[in-house]
């Protein structure tokens, strides 16, 4: 195994066992863990904030959690894996029977072995997620239950964040975001978590960085909204990133496109699989998804890609107990990792430009870029010839387009498009803004 599989290993088998939810001192814990990887700046949000149409809720916390029979046996036992106690579970501690217990059971219709991952976070109630043996045991044991939840709800409680903030060369940002409110699941998300804190790590030993970056790690959903709210006007400015999920299974790589699939981000994910040789799957924008649903939401459109090792949703463990240690490997997310770091090596080195004169058209014929005759015009690449590309580049160099963009959008090669933009770029047509 590699060093950096060997440390990224060791940060698994730590964090794994931390219970997490939207809110709680799990988070907390984990983020502190991961500071010793990168310097996270943890922040805390107060409950009962508005952030748009939500309210950052209460802080929870569970001690403990567990069904016994009438014998005292526990059946389900919370502390042999937090993922038997449906996250955010009022406190409980009654004797009930079966008919009312099953009410709040769980099991997986598919895993027999498996616990699934429940969550009920806007609406106040409690469960527990069981596997099929430990199901047909409760129903099958005569007598009342009993039934213990130790968790609490601080309404004077926080939902915790993690952020590192890495200037570049421009004040260009580059959104990477992760999620930390899963409890024992390995792929989805603690892989995100764990290798995004490297990810933050590799970034700051670079000398070269065009662009600045903005790493975060939010509880899913209302972690995104309270951080978009909260830094409403910086996260407007941000044109790209990555939603970091499900980086660590042992399936083959994809990657979800963003809203715009013409967007640079896209086309430098797909140059570098290439690169690279890798076969990969890919996953069309839709609107269901991770904190892309937030970041790419009508005020804030940004380009959020996500490269995976095993898709959320795609994999067959997905929000079960079986997505644990033996399914996630530390190799696959220093893979993962090395993926990420190329994309970004590539995205940090594309270049952006601005037409210099965006006030109506330049006069094409003083700078020699028009043709003396008509009919003189050689093709320049495909159907277009090299005035209709002069025309296109100072149609779209706004100062935010990348040239991946450019060349997705107008079918031309990097290669072919660069020519051009190099000789308007020297005949002071084109600027470049970085
Ligand atoms: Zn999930």
Known sequence: MSEIAIEIESYLKRLFPITR????????????ILQEVAPIHIKEYPSGTSVYDWIIPEEWNVQNAWIQDDNGNKIVDFKNNNVHLVSYSEPVNKAINFEE?????????????????????????????VTQAQYKQLEETSGLFNVY?????????SLTI?????????????????????????????SGAVMTAFLARELLKKKDLTRSYRIVWVPETIGAIAYCSMNESKMKRIQSGLVVTTVGGPGKFGYKQSYNVKHSINSIVESVFEDKDLDYLKYPFDYHGSDDRQYSSQGFRINMISLTKDKYYEYKYYHTSLDNLDYV??????????????????LNHERVYQNCYPNCEVMLSKHDLYPKTGG?????????????IVLQLLWVCDGHTGVYGISNQLNVPVKVLMGIVLRLQRKNLLCQVV
Do not use: M
């Open 376 to 388: 003189g015009q050689l093709p320049g690449y495909g159907e277009l010839t090299d005035l209709d």
């Open 162 to 190: 993690g952020e590192i903030l890495i200037p570049g060369k421009s004040e260009h940002e580059i959104l990477i975001s992760t999620y930390i409110c899963h409890p024992s699941l390995a792929n989805d998300n603690l």
């Open 21 to 32: 939810s939207i809110t709680g001192e799990g988070n907390r814990e984990t983020l502190k």
């Open 149 to 157: 939840i130790d968790s609490e709800f601080n309404p004077n409680g």
């Open 329 to 346: 490997k530390a190799e696959y997310v220093a893979q993962s990792l090395e993926l990420h770091l190329n994309v970004l090596e590539k």
């Open 101 to 129: 217990l099953k009410e709040h059971l769980h099991f997986h219709d598919k895993l027999p072995n498996a616990i699934p991952y429940r969550t009920t976070y806007y609406k106040r109630d409690w469960g527990f997620c």
